[in-house]
């Protein structure tokens, strides 16, 4: 099968359901290759769940979704799973049982049983994948540290790492700097953008912090209740009146190196 890449991702009209609440409600969107989407809204807006349409895991009860060519749910798991392999994904928290004394280099390494499948053993190719994406990443000081025993930002690095050693054709994350502390916010924020401008892959970011959106997004979805309520360049979505009206309080924007960060006024939006 020949996975195109020219339009990355469709989200036609999908929703999704569980019992009596909705979580996203008639999303549309079109991911192209070289674009860098952020995903903006309130917690609980269904941001992590439109990812996991994203990348296959999630099924709409309502509407299509076309990743690299394909129509995810008419095809059959095999399918599927070679898509997901082919997507990399960094989550807010990947857990590792500290019981299983992972190293670094390991964790890296299992964005590689993706691609070269789980039962069979990473070869020479594999392994110089994975010591790329740890040069990438400047993590091989830390490679043969245990993962568990890492700083919060080193292990957000390594499940970047991980997704890059995948070879993704597109990088899907999900609030990559929240629960860092301010240092570790700002390097993320700076690598996510150089990494973005040396790979020739489409990116989707979710946050609800305007500033942790990376200078390079050059569009940006905002998302409320389930809805996309709009969807446009940065400099017309994080404005005050758009924001205020996302957030449902009084919002000031200040612009700053190229990127906008927003606090509140006081008081509720009209």
Same mark, same amino acid.
């Given at each position: 099968m020949i996975f195109t $890449?020219?339009?990355t991702a469709v989200l036609d009209v999908v929703s999704l359901r569980a019992g009596p $609440? $909705?979580? +996203?409600?008639d999303v549309s969107l079109t991911l192209q290759r070289g674009e860098f989407v952020c995903v903006l809204g309130p917690n609980g807006?269904?941001?992590?769940t439109m990812l996991s349409m994203m990348n296959g895991t999630a099924r709409p009860t309502a509407g299509t979704v076309r990743l690299l060519g394909t129509s995810?749910?008419?095809?059959?798991?095999?399918?599927?799973?070679? +898509?997901?392999?082919?997507?990399? !994904?960094? +989550? %807010?928290?990947?857990?590792y049982n500290p019981q299983i004394p992972l190293t670094t280099r390991e964790v890296v390494a299992i964005g590689r049983a993706g691609p070269c499948g789980i039962l069979r053993a990473l070869d020479t190719q594999d392994w110089r994948r994975v010591d790329e994406a740890i040069d990438c990443l400047d +993590?091989?000081?830390?490679?043969?540290?245990?993962?568990? $025993?890492?700083?919060?930002?080193?292990?957000?690095?390594? %499940?970047i790492a991980r997704a890059l050693a995948q070879h993704p054709r597109m990088l899907l994350l999900d609030e990559p700097a929240t629960g860092l502390d301010i240092d570790w916010q700002e390097r993320m924020i700076s690598l996510v953008d150089s990494l973005f401008g040396s790979a020739?892959?489409?990116?989707?970011? !979710?946050t609800h912090h305007t500033g942790?959106?990376?200078?390079?997004c050059n569009r940006v979805v905002l998302l409320s209740r389930g809805r996309v309520v709009f969807d446009d360049a940065p400099d017309a979505a994080l404005t005050a009146p758009v924001l205020s009206a996302l957030y449902g309080c009084r919002i000031e924007v200040i612009e700053r190196n190229g990127r906008r960060h927003c606090h509140s006024a006081g008081g509720f939006a009209p």
């Open positions: $890449t020219e339009t $609440t $909705t979580i +996203l409600c807006a269904g941001k992590s995810v749910w008419e095809t059959g798991e095999r399918v599927r799973a070679r +898509l997901r392999a082919r997507i990399g !994904t960094v +989550l %807010q928290r990947s857990e +993590l091989a000081p830390l490679a043969g540290r245990v993962y568990h $025993t890492l700083s919060g930002g080193e292990q957000q690095k390594t %499940q020739d892959i489409p990116v989707v970011m !979710t942790h959106i990376p200078p390079c």
